[in-house]
Structures are given as C-alpha cells and as structure tokens.
C-alpha cells in the first residue's frame, strides 16, 4: 500500500502537525463520510447498527491500540490512519536511499477503551514507528572467504568495488577478467536493515584500513635491494616503493625491509602473458696451441650471443611478480661459442730466464774456449768486452736453434762472419757467429733443437768455433746464465 501522494493524506497529517490534534479526530472527518456511506447502504439490510465510534461519549473512547512488530506504538480510532503513517515512514526510506524497501514489518490492533487525551498524536505514532520498525532492504553483501568484507544497496555497486580493486593492477590492455581474487569472493542478496547498508566510499575506504602485515627481510651480510629483488623476484621499482624510508644505498645488516605491499583483504592475482627475447650467452672454448707460448692467446673465432624468444604468464599478487610461467621458449638465433687459442709452449722472457726457467739448449757441442766478459781480444791483444760464449770443435760441427722463434737475420755481418739471429719474442735474440754454412733463411720458423748451421771460422776468428750471444731487449747477456 502507498498512499504517500494520497491528497486528502497530505492535508489530514498537515492538519494534525499543525494543531496537533490527536488523530482520531483528525481522521473522524474523512472517516465520517466513508461510514457515513457504508450506513447509508448497509442500513438496508441490517437491522441493528452499532456505530459506538460515532457517538462516542466525550471522555471515552472505543480505539485501536496499534501493536508494530510487537510493540505498543499507540492508540487510534481507526487502523488506516496508522497503516498510512507506517507506509509513509517506509516511502520516507525508501525515497532517501532510493532503495526498494522489504516491508517485514507486523502492524496489529487490538479494539480498547481510553479517555480522550490518551489517544496518539501523529508525532507519538510516528516516533514510536521509527523505534520499533524494521525497515528491511534488499541488499547486496559481498563476502570474501565468507567474511562480509561490505554491503552495498545493489549488486552493480558491490561489483564495481570489485572491479575497482581489481583495476588498480591491471595494465592498459588488460580486461578485468585478467584479474582473479585470490579469495572466494560472492555478491550475495542479503536482507538487512537499512542502517546497515554502506556506501561505495565508506566500502573502499574500510577495504584499504583492513590490511594485514608486510612480509618482512632482514639484511644479512652484503645484501642490497639489487640482489634481494633478484632473489625475491620483486621488481626494483616495487623494492625501492615499498621501503621509501630507507636509503637503497645505506641498508646494514640486521636492517628490515619490506618484501611485500600489504596484503589486503582482497588480493589480486594477475596472469599477463608476455612475449619477450632473452640474450643466450655463449660459452668460450681454449684449444692447445703449442706454436704459442704459455703467456699467448688469440682469438680463433668471435662468440657472438644468441636469442631466444619467450612466451611466459608472468603471475603477479597484487602487482607484484611472484612466478613466471614460461610456456614456449624457441631458439631464434643460436650463439656462437667463442674459441681461444692459447700457447702450451714455456714462456721465454727476461724474467724467466733470470728465474732459471726456460732455459735454453746449448747450441753446439765443443769446448769452451772463452766465456763472456772483459777479455784480451785474440786477435788485436787489447782490453774488449766478450759479449758471447766461445765454443769450439771441429769444422761441420751441428749447430742447433738454441730456443724455438724466427730467423730474423742470417748471411756475413762484419767480424762475425756468417752469422744467424734467431727472434724468440719477448725482447729476447740469440746470435750464432763464424758459422761455415747457414741452413736457414730470414723468416723461417724454427723449434729448439733444429739445425740451422755448421761451425766455421768465418768473420774475425782464429779457429773453427761458434761464438754464441743472448741478447735481452738488445744488449748482450752472459750466456751461460741461461744455457742448461
Ligand atoms: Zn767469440
């Protein structure tokens, strides 16, 4: 029943707010000509009319009292009065929520006497109707893992708190049905009374309040924000947000850090499936060079990173990675490995040498017959410096490459005669002098132990013999030194 717009209402409750004056006689007037009528056609027929209302006597009367959901609320002459105020009250609701109101509401009467100024003015009834009315609505409650987490006055509100949630981890090409609770979240139709519906704000604003603790790290050792979003798989941006109050590059040890945005009541889980390419590193291989010395490598061949494409579901828990699915992975570029050669022969170096190691092979066989050094020149009787080693055999003596490197010089040079240098790198030559035949050219390349000559007495010299120099970075050494 609403009769709110009702005209003859409207005038009947002005008239009782203004005057105050009880509603029994307010409503006798309207009421007056409806009994009026039904005595009118009923007197016809029955024969004995009680209408005890009408002649009430001016001190009693014979009223309704108005039971509401239990409750005595009042005394009226007639029920519609009551009836109406109750509807009002409910439309009252209704219109200011603009919700549709249950009424679950019991309104009873019950036929008694009282004297006059016992009855109900309009505002009694009213405020009696407001303390004991049940003003039911049908709203929507939504429940995660059973917990009302909110109810709102319908169901698109409720699902559009849903949405909203949901929306806040989602990218721009994302739809809402990339997002999932991880809860068990309903929307159920619930009854309740009108007080307990809340609005969108209040709703969103509680959701935010409710939110448990951050997982939490403590800093061990070396540890920084790097390494931790590394293990954690958190992204460094979401790493730096969730600690702003501590400086990224003064974490100490014992310090904690956040690990996690709070986590709500309501959590988001996003599965974004990405496409993306990923380096394959190459893996570098040494092979034994033995034209090398140990302290030489080169490059055979460049490595060169391969690729690789990736399609993953990357799942995120309110916004943050907590798992990569990876579904395909295909090689589109393969790498290359990258190849190094590196010498297996002893480095001859100055250093070495002098360390005793790597020494070279005596480059003849024979007697010595003058060693480095300050000496009386056979030849000019004067005070020279020595800068090699005599040693002296029969002509057509072997001579051999005293270490393993290049001819870088041979044929008649002077005093020495004829003469081989050998270049063993490192700033280290070795000279063979007076030689009787040369069996090398200039560029050859020979290993310890090969034959390069035969001993003669070319050049300034007094007998067949091979006069042997080692030279360091140019200058002449004592050769002994590094002959085994
Ligand atoms: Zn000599």
Redesign the pocket.
């Known amino acids: 029943m609403r009769i709110f717009q009702n005209p003859v209402l409207k005038k009947l409750v002005s008239k009782c707010t203004s005057y105050k004056i009880s509603i029994c006689q307010a409503s006798l007037r309207q009421m007056s000509v409806l009994i009026l009528l039904i005595l009118f056609l009923s007197s016809f027929m029955i024969d004995n009319i009680q209408a005890a209302s009408l002649d009430a006597e001016p001190d009693t009367l014979t009223v309704q009292k108005v039971m509401l959901n239990g409750n005595e609320s009042g005394y009226v002459c007639d029920q519609t009065s009551a009836e109406i105020i109750m509807d009002e009250i409910l439309d009252e609701a209704a219109t200011r929520f603009n919700m549709e109101i249950a009424d679950g509401n019991v309104l009873s009467f019950e036929e008694t006497s009282i004297s006059r100024e016992d009855l109900s003015t309009k505002d009694v009834l009213e405020g009696s109707f407001r303390k004991y009315a049940k003003i039911l609505v049908n709203a929507y409650t939504i429940f995660a893992d059973d917990v009302s987490i909110g109810t709102l006055k319908s169901e698109e509100e409720a699902q559009q708190i849903l949405n909203n949630v949901k929306s806040q981890y989602l990218s721009d090409e994302e739809v809402l049905e990339d997002a999932q609770f991880q809860e068990d979240v309903k929307v159920l139709e619930t009854p309740v009374n009108l007080t307990q519906v809340q609005t969108m704000e209040e709703v969103e604003a509680e959701l935010e309040k409710k939110q448990e603790a951050f997982e939490e790290y403590t800093i061990q050792g070396d540890d920084n924000f790097w390494s931790i979003s590394q293990d954690y798989k958190i992204k460094m941006d979401d790493l730096v947000k969730m600690n702003e109050d501590k400086d990224p590059k003064k974490l100490r040890e014992g310090m904690v850090i956040r690990l996690s945005y709070p986590k709500s009541i309501l959590n988001v889980v996003t599965k974004e499936l990405t496409k993306y390419e990923e380096q394959i590193p190459y893996e570098t291989f040494t092979e034994k060079d033995d034209s090398m010395y140990t302290n030489e490598s080169k490059v055979i061949r460049e490595g060169q990173e391969g690729k690789k494409v990736i399609e993953a579901n990357i799942i995120r828990v309110n916004g943050v990675e907590k798992d990569r699915e990876i579904t395909s992975e295909v090689v589109v570029l393969e790498p290359v490995n990258k190849i190094i050669a590196r010498g297996t022969k002893k480095e001859v170096t100055a250093a070495s040498i002098a360390r005793g190691y790597g020494k070279f092979k005596t480059p003849t066989s024979g007697r010595i017959t ?1 060693r480095f050094g300050k000496r009386t020149h056979p030849i000019t009787r004067r005070w020279t410096m ?1 800068s ?3 040693i002296a055999n029969s002509k057509g003596t072997a001579i051999y490459a005293a270490e393993s490197g290049t001819i870088s010089a041979t044929g008649w040079q002077g005093g020495y005669g004829k003469r081989i240098e050998i270049d063993h790198g490192a700033g280290i030559t070795t000279l063979y ?1 007076h030689l009787s035949s040369i069996k090398v050219s200039s560029g050859d390349s020979v290993s310890r132990g090969d034959l390069i000559g035969y001993m003669g007495s070319t050049g300034n010299s007094t007998g067949p ?1 091979l ?1 042997f120099e080692v030279r360091i970075d140019g200058v002449a050494r004592n050769p002994q030194k590094y002959l085994n």
Request: charged share 10%; glycine share 12%.
């Open positions: 003058s020595h090699g080693l005599d002098a013999h006069h």
